[in-house]
């Protein structure tokens, strides 16, 4: 018979381990606020052109996809595709 929360024990015992008192790490930058809009879109869009890497092919592919389903009402989607972008733009520039 299989376990179906394998993990459970461990979860339960980490206060005990003392593993659930470790801070998290906090990035250095400040939190962002977003929303699923096409302000937002815009604002991801941006920092995809200033990135050194922004003209790869492949960036250039993901931000075109994710402004085209911005533009035709689906942010969400279009975020997640502009966010890849930006990704793959900062990881070539290295």
């Known amino acids: 018979m299989a376990r179906r929360f394998p993990l459970l024990p461990t979860l339960l015992m980490m206060p005990l381990l003392g593993l659930a ?10 939190l962002r606020v977003t929303t699923d809009n096409d302000a ?23 931000a ?3 402004r ?9 989607t279009g975020i997640a595709k502009l966010r890849r972008a930006l990704r793959v733009a900062m990881a070539e520039a290295d």
Do not use: F, K, M, W
């Open 40 to 62: 937002y879109c815009q604002v991801l869009l941006g920092r995809i052109g200033a990135a050194p890497a922004a003209s790869s092919p492949t960036a250039a592919q993901l």
């Open 21 to 30: 008192e470790q801070p998290a790490r906090v990035a250095d930058q400040p």
């Open 68 to 76: 085209q389903l911005c533009t035709n009402g689906h942010p969400r």
């Open 64 to 66: 075109e996809a994710g």
